[in-house]
């Protein structure tokens, strides 16, 4: 018996020298995954990279890999989503996806380089992040009542500035003069720093742009933010009213940003991904640091996530529909 004892002894020493060698593939599957990558159709250093960086460094644990992001800049984000329909399906890149590219391109440009419903998968939502309108610090405006009295007896100089034509601040702007009563004039810059910079010198009458663009400036007193877009107060302006609180709840809407995998991705990357960023947002350490941004953090189901998007679409629509604004 002694011999087959051995023998047998000998065999399950192998097996376990084998199993946990530094190089088996039962050990290897403890490691890290290949890093993988968010791409984000936006330039470095602004909100919204500065977002899909601090998502990166939360994810890596939920993820066990590590996750970069990479700037895709230009036509508004349009060209990250190239990248991402030719990107590999098994998880390595993903892509910042504001709303926007959902519910309001389709409706704005006549022609696209995308189909939403083929070519973005969203997996789970990051955050949200509310508009606002506001006037110069040197303006006799005090609130929204008295903003609306201003413009109905100046429809001449009525004019407000946002970041970009096409996008939801120029829309938002439009809105608000349907409400009113009286249209006003829209005024684009090259994004929300050049707007707020003539706002602040009283080149523009109002401006429309996120809270988190003009919460530094509304404290400082360089200009005043008389109502936001979100269903509450900011915690970044408790002082300013909300829309619906005046009265005008079809101006309660907030800006979405989720993260999205190309389309042919399988459920069960699908499911990965969308847990371990629900993981992420959920730290209180993330959410504080957007906070500062003006953004709210929100995670969510491939499902809810899809379901946000649409409800989206189905709020600017019209909106833009009525504008009759196009882009080519």
Known sequence: MRQPLRSLASR????????????????????????ARIL???????????????LAEYLREPLNRTVTVENKPGAGGRIAIDALRAAPVDGSVAMLCPDFLTSIYPSVFRKLNYTPEKDIRPVSTVAEFPMALAVPGSSPVKTFGEYALWVRAHPDKANFGHAASGGPTHFLGLQIGKNIGSPLEDVPFQGAAPMINNLVG??????????????????????????????????????????????????????????????????????????????????????????????????????????????????????IRSSGFKAD
């Open 202 to 319: 009283g080149n523009v009458a109002a401006g429309s742009s996120t809270v988190g663009d003009f919460a530094q400036y509304h404290n400082a007193g360089k200009l005043r933010v008389l109502a936001v877009t979100s269903a509450q107060r900011s915690p970044l302006l408790p002082d300013v009213p909300t829309f619906a609180e005046l009265g005008f709840k079809d101006l309660t809407a907030v800006g979405t940003l989720a993260i999205c995998l190309p389309p042919q991705t399988s459920e069960g990357t699908v499911a990965q991904w969308s847990a371990a960023i629900r993981k992420a947002v959920g730290d209180e350490k993330f959410a504080s640091k957007i906070r500062t941004l003006g953004f709210v953090s929100a995670g969510s189901s491939p499902g809810e996530a899809l379901a946000k998007f649409n409800t989206l679409r189905s709020f600017w629509e019209p909106i």
């Open 12 to 35: 399950l020493a192998t097996l376990i020298a084998v199993t946990y060698s530094p190089m088996s593939p039962a050990l290897a599957q403890q490691g890290p995954a290949a890093p």
């Open 40 to 54: 984000v159709g936006f330039s470095p250093g602004g909100t919204l990279d500065v977002v899909t960086r601090a």
